[in-house]
């Protein structure tokens, strides 16, 4: 027998004619770069003499000095980038520096740096430092002038003095641990954005910095995240969401806010019963709550059997613990609107070895809201063990009369799980 196979032909490819990419237009190499990281958008320079500076042209630079040898290298690499654009009339884009805690010995003078990106049209500068840096970065005055500006995001860098600021394009601004050199620095950011949009502040009870009133105005701004430890003055009539954080003392003081926002509270430390009457007032303007456990208890604490009416609310999500589930009916009585509930079982933070009370929810009447407007509920158990959790299901089924889903997230394993189910199918359902 003879076999006879069949030859593999081998197929020279013309190494030119398949790189295709090398023949597209330069500055759309640069966008396809963009994609990469900053040290393999560098690394394709290897590739052919085609290809030696084409990483030149990319308008994003995302670099830290622990990707150099050394920070002299990471300095001269950084410059030379800059002479190039600035030569050629390159546009950057973006700009992300990011300097560890090895860096705090040999800090460096940033002007230069921010002055060549802002004449080279910036629109996203990031620049981040390790938290316990001896001498912080200082930002230059250029800065508050610069008319492309969109995104700009700093950490535990210093602002110099700002007698005027006009940032015209800057519609998200993150400052997180900032040094300022007085308290009218931070609200000439806010008021020189005239359409900004998202804002967050961030600060520790330790950090240097304090305002005694922070002033938060602006017509523009929709979505506010402060982390705060000082009052703060809120006038924001097209705000969504409000993201704060309360330390011990009455520190919001809301003028004005958008007709649908959000608001999403937390706390650090104890909380005074002014504190929580403050809170309860403003929590009742807002068509949204997001409530942690820990605040909730406060608030429950404080108004022992009697909440405010939170006649706007129609979303609230809304955390407790298995002792603290009980209350839930309280916080349904005092929302007759509510079209949205999300409900999350988290664990409560007690002290080694005490154990967690386990109650169940015991609804006397049906409140008003399951009634005539509930449309939504969702059950998330985050730990497992909860005994009460098939007659809370069933009670929401039961008295829902206008109830389009309901979304239950459970531990169960696959075979309690089929049991789950099989009963949540036989339970009697009000709404159809």
């Keep these: 027998m003879v076999v006879v196979g069949r030859q593999k032909k081998t197929k020279i490819c013309n190494r030119e004619e398949e790189d295709l990419i090398s023949k597209l237009p330069e500055p759309l190499i640069s966008e396809i770069l963009c994609r990469l990281s900053t040290e393999d958008a560098v690394r394709t320079s290897l590739f052919s003499t085609r290809w030696r500076n084409l990483w030149r042209w990319i308008p994003d630079l995302d670099l830290s000095p622990d990707a150099f040898p050394n920070f002299d290298a990471f300095v001269s690499f950084v410059e030379r980038f800059f002479v190039y654009h600035s030569d050629r009339d390159l546009w950057i884009r973006k700009l992300r520096l990011r300097f560890g805690y090895r860096h705090y010995l040999v800090m460096y003078d940033l002007a230069s740096w921010v002055d060549a990106v802002t004449k080279c049209r910036i629109q996203h500068l990031d620049v981040s430092c390790f938290r316990n840096h001896q001498n912080q970065i ?68 330790d950090d240097e910095y304090k305002a005694t009133v922070l002033q938060v105005r602006s017509h523009t701004l929709k979505r506010v995240y402060i982390n705060e430890f000082t009052q703060v003055v809120i006038d924001a009539p097209l705000l969504q969401c409000l993201k704060a954080t309360g330390s011990s003392t009455k520190n919001f003081h809301i003028v004005h806010l958008g007709s649908s926002a959000k608001l999403d509270v937390g706390y650090f430390g104890h909380m005074s019963s002014s504190m929580i009457l403050d809170i309860m007032t403003d929590m009742s303007r807002f068509r949204e709550l997001i409530i942690g456990n820990a605040i909730r208890k406060e608030i429950c604490k404080y108004s022992k059997s009697v909440l405010p009416q939170f006649r706007v609310l129609s979303r609230l999500n809304v955390k407790f613990s298995k002792s603290g589930i009980e209350l839930l009916p309280l916080f349904l009585e005092s929302c007759p609107k509510l079209e949205s509930l999300v409900m999350e079982l988290v664990k409560e933070r007690l002290k080694h070895g005490k154990k967690e009370k386990e109650t169940k929810v015991m609804f006397s009447t049906v409140p008003r809201c399951l009634v005539s407007s509930l449309k939504s509920m969702e059950w998330k158990r985050l730990i497992p063990g909860y005994v009460g959790e098939t007659e809370l299901v069933r009670y929401f089924l039961k008295n829902s009369k206008i109830l389009e889903k309901l979304r239950v997230d459970v531990y169960y394993t696959e075979k309690t799980k089929c049991a789950f189910l099989q009963e949540l199918l036989k339970m009697p359902r009000c709404s159809s």
């Excluded at 995104?151 to 210093?158: A, D, G, M, T, Y």
């Excluded at 602002?159 to 993150?174: G, I, Q, R």
């Design 138 to 205: 200082l930002i230059p005055l250029c800065l508050y002038t610069c008319e492309t500006l969109v995104h700009l995001r700093l950490s535990n860098v210093s602002m110099c003095t700002a007698e005027f600021v006009s940032l015209p394009c800057l519609k998200f601004m993150c400052l997180a641990h900032i040094k300022y050199p007085n308290e009218t620095t931070l609200q000439k950011l806010i008021s020189g954005s005239p359409i900004l949009e998202d804002l967050t502040i961030i600060r520790y009870s």
